[in-house]
């Protein structure tokens, strides 16, 4: 068990003030075109309040942190959405455009198969005699659309996932459910809400079922040839998202000083390559696995 360490960093374009009062802010989806023939995608007003301001800090140290960060973001540009937090403290250690919806690609499937098992027991048949132990471990790992789309289906559609997981505490205005499996464009979710699912998914009484089902980088799923013979090879347990223009990653970091990291990464860039767009998450991710503690000014 970590020690409890103590900060807030603030780096989205919303500046909230510790006695301020906040109104809600206005999440519109990104405009990533099909194609020549599509028409630009009309973004969805979701309207989220952002979590109150927490005073007390963790000892990681901003100043080494941030900067780095920042630099990827702006070396690759496009659209960012990130949102790091301790898992045994809730405390958020980054944070930029957490509460302003991206396309999620297959980052989609966390919230299907979150809903799916809330819904179902792990040995519930869902189709062609398989368990909902195996289809939400085909659906994570291998990110299979059609496993994805009918797990949807089969406990009701987008309104009875969306209701399932604001009974789990996830704000049902932070995302919106176009498929299971996250194909559509029209899917919306913000990193926020990804990260609440993957914190209330730990403490799930199918917590090993959830988690095992994610790929690990370097080693298993569409994870495997990722990160591979780095500091993080083995510790990252994440959901891959892919479309054009569109990259995500969410899921946990096993960091050796603070304990489990959960986080999501989310970059909408049409005119990326999705080449680049993925070796700037996993500099990212390398890079949080590198946060270390602030040295006090009377250390020596």
Request: proline content about 7%.
């Amino acid at each position: 068990m970590i020690q409890k360490k103590h900060l807030i960093t603030w780096l989205s374009i919303i500046a909230v003030g510790s006695t301020t009062s906040v109104s809600a802010e206005t999440i519109l989806a990104p405009q990533v075109p099909l194609n020549q023939q599509e028409s630009t995608i009309i973004p969805i007003p979701i309207p989220v309040i952002p979590p109150e301001n927490n005073p007390v800090r963790p000892n990681i140290c901003t100043a080494e942190l941030i900067p780095p960060m920042i630099e990827i973001i702006q070396r690759y540009g496009g659209g960012w959405g990130i949102l790091v937090e301790s898992l045994e403290t809730g405390e958020t250690i980054f944070h930029y455009n957490a509460d302003r919806g991206f396309i999620p690609a297959s980052n989609a499937k966390i919230l299907t198969t979150a809903a799916a098992m809330q819904k179902m027991q792990p040995q519930t048949t869902v189709s062609s005699n398989k368990s909902l132990q195996e289809w939400v471990t085909t659906t994570n790992l291998s990110s299979n659309n059609f496993y994805a789309d009918t797990l949807l289906r089969r406990i009701g559609g987008s309104a009875a996932a969306k209701q399932t997981l604001a009974g789990l505490g996830i704000n049902p205005r932070s995302f919106h459910l176009a498929d299971g499996s996250g194909l559509s464009r029209n899917n919306i979710a913000t990193p926020r809400a990804l990260v609440d699912t993957l914190k209330v998914m730990y403490s799930h009484p199918e917590r090993n079922l959830f988690f095992s089902s994610l790929p690990t980088a370097g080693v298993s799923g569409t994870l495997r040839n990722r990160m591979r013979q780095t500091p993080v090879t083995g510790i990252v347990h994440a959901k891959t998202g892919t479309l054009r223009g569109v990259r995500a990653l969410s899921g946990y970091l096993d960091h050796q000083d603070y304990g489990t990291l959960v986080f999501s990464i989310m970059a909408n860039h049409p005119s990326n390559s999705g080449t680049t767009l993925v070796r700037a998450i996993d500099e990212m991710v390398i890079r949080l696995n590198m946060a270390s503690p602030c040295q006090s000014a009377f250390d020596n």
